[in-house]
C-alpha cells in the first residue's frame, strides 16, 4: 500500500479529533523564535528556580542530567497554524521535578524564564499535569546538538495541552508566582491561556493576519 500523502493523513487526524479548528498537519518541523539562537556552554549553564519556594536553587548542566528522566509521544500544535502529530520527547517530568521543590501556599502560576528576557506564564494546575515536561531531547537527540538548537535547546518546556507558544524555549530559570505575569507574546496581543481546542489564540482582533 502506498503511503499516505500529506492531505489524507491530515483528513484522517480530523476524523480521528486530533486536529483542532483552522490547523494544518506539517511533516516538517517549523522554528519560529523570537530573537536570535543563544549559545550553549555546559560549564556555566544553569537553571534556577525562585519565587513562592521555601529555598530558591540552582541545578547545574551536569546536576540537571543526573535528574530521573521520562519519553513521551505528543501531538504539538502552534498558534501560526500548523500541527505535528507523534512528536517523541525526553526529560524531566515536570510533575516529578515539583517533587524537589517546597512551595509556599501562596505559588498560583508558574513564569518561564528564558534567553534573551522571553517568558511564558501558565498556571501551576496546567504545568502540574502529566504531559508537561523539562525537555532535553527531541525523537531521541539532544536539544543542544547544532541542528536542534534552534528548537529550544539544551533545555525546553513541552506543554501539549496549550499552543506551543507556551512551551518556552531556551529556559533558564522557573518563577513559582502567587500572581500571574503575563508573558512576552502574552503582552503582545496573545491569549493569555491558549487552549487550542477553545482557539485561544489572540486577545484582540486584528493583532494577528489569520
Known amino acids: 500500500m502506498p503511503p499516505l500523502s500529506r492531505r489524507q493523513k491530515e483528513r484522517e487526524m480530523r476524523a480521528a479529533g486530533r486536529l483542532p479548528n483552522g490547523q494544518s498537519l506539517t511533516e516538517k518541523f517549523p522554528v519560529l523564535t523570537y530573537g536570535p539562537t543563544p549559545g550553549f556552554d555546559p560549564a556555566t549553564w544553569d537553571l534556577r528556580v525562585f519565587g513562592a519556594v521555601t529555598q530558591e536553587r540552582r541545578w547545574t548542566w551536569r546536576e540537571f542530567q543526573q535528574l530521573p528522566t521520562a519519553r513521551m509521544t505528543v501531538d504539538i500544535h502552534c ?70 538548537m534552534d528548537h529550544g535547546g539544551p533545555l525546553r518546556t513541552v506543554v501539549p495541552k496549550r499552543y506551543f507558544w507556551k512551551s518556552a524555549k531556551f529556559l533558564r530559570a522557573l518563577e513559582f508566582s502567587p500572581v500571574d505575569k503575563p508573558g512576552f507574546w502574552e503582552q503582545g496581543g496573545y491569549h493569555n491561556d491558549g487552549d487550542f481546542w477553545k482557539e485561544e489564540r489572540f486577545q484582540r482582533r486584528g493583532f494577528f493576519s489569520r
Not at 501556599?105 to 528564558?114: D, G, M, S, T
Open 79 to 148: 498558534v501560526t497554524r500548523w500541527s505535528k502529530f507523534d512528536t517523541e520527547w525526553e526529560g524531566v517530568l515536570f510533575r516529578d521535578f515539583l517533587q524537589l521543590l517546597e512551595l509556599k501556599a501562596e505559588a498560583r502560576f508558574v513564569i518561564a524564564h528564558c534567553e534573551f528576557g522571553y517568558s511564558a506564564n501558565l498556571p501551576l494546575a496546567v504545568m502540574d499535569d502529566e504531559d508537561v515536561m523539562l525537555a532535553t531531547k527531541y525523537n531521541g537527540r539532544w536539544l543542544h546538538e547544532p541542528e536542534l
